[in-house]
């Protein structure tokens, strides 16, 4: 069951753009969020030279790296000379210091697999660190903290562990897309609006789509080579599920056009998402 929790964000210079400090109350964890623009600054934070885990986000929040270190400082130098698609560090460490080399690479295999296994985004990481041992009376606290990590992750409004639950969804749970090439399947949740494997979407967008819309037909192109596999001449099918920011984006990339999905989707009943969620009686 979940339960009530405090988290408090600490504004380093007062800029909400700058480097935000985080803290679950009543646990060791600390986050830093880091503004790639603002890496210069963290010599001022003298501990985020000890062992961390930490993740690469770019500005969407749509593409992630996840490493360890056992001084951040110095692997953090290192990416924003050698890396150059993230906006964007979050890094976790433990406010007692209590974090250890053995522990943040144990964290790094388990937060690979856990993103790896949502697929809610495109990860750099391809394949899961090994393992390593832990004595057992410690690996139960470093799993409570990577479920602080998660917390944390998802209130800055990134969901790379949040796996969407897709079975034993009700129709009342489920949108529907229908169009030219186009037969889609859809779940909305707090975490997003989520596009569902097995979902056919169009092959060949409108040509007004690419040039009015660049940058979502080049973000369509790079989702489809990594979720999806040609069904037809026509249609590509989805292997995997996934989530989009708005209703608008998610029906746009499975029609190749511009939509509007609060008209577009629909339910069962043939009503679409504005009629049920914003024109329905209030009880």
């Known amino acids: 069951m979940k339960r009530a929790r405090t988290i408090t964000i600490f504004l380093t ?159 009342n749970q489920l949108w529907y897309l229908k169009g030219k090439n186009t037969e889609a399947r859809a779940t909305y949740s707090e975490s997003g609006f989520t596009v569902l494997a097995g979902s056919l979407i169009n092959i060949i967008p409108v040509p007004s789509f690419s040039s009015n819309f660049p940058k979502e037909a080049l973000e369509r192109e790079a989702k489809i080579l990594i979720n999806a596999k040609k069904e037809s001449e026509y249609s590509y099918k989805l292997f995997n599920n996934i989530t989009f920011s708005s209703v608008s984006r998610a029906s746009g990339f499975c029609l190749g056009r511009a939509s509007n999905g609060w008209l577009d989707w629909k339910n069962s009943a043939n009503k679409s998402m504005d009629e049920v969620m914003r024109k329905g009686p209030i009880k």
Do not use: C
């Not at 969020?33 to 603002?38: A, E, G, H, Q």
């Not at 290192?78 to 964290?107: C, M, P, R």
């Not at 856990?114 to 391809?126: G, H, P, Q, T, V």
């Not at 409570?144 to 800055?156: A, G, P, R, S, V």
């Open 13 to 171: 210079t007062g800029n909400p753009n700058g480097i935000k400090k985080l803290e679950v109350s009543n646990r060791i964890i600390r986050a830093y969020v880091i503004p790639r623009i603002k890496i210069s600054d963290i010599k001022n934070f003298p501990e985020l030279t000890q062992p961390a885990l930490y993740l690469l986000l770019d500005k969407d929040g749509e593409k992630a790296y996840i490493g360890e270190s056992e001084n951040f400082y110095d692997r953090i130098k290192n990416h924003d000379q050698n890396k150059d698609f993230w906006d964007t560090a979050v890094a976790f460490i433990a406010k007692d210091k209590s974090l250890e080399k053995g522990d943040v690479k144990y964290l790094e295999s388990v937060a690979v697999e856990s993103s790896l296994d949502a697929k809610r985004i495109e990860m750099i990481n391809k394949t899961i660190p090994p393992k390593n041992s832990l004595h057992e009376f410690k690996i139960p606290t470093i799993e409570e903290f990577f479920e602080d990590i998660k917390l944390l992750t998802t209130t800055l409004g990134y969901s790379i562990f949040d796996k969407i639950q897709t079975e034993g969804l009700n129709e």
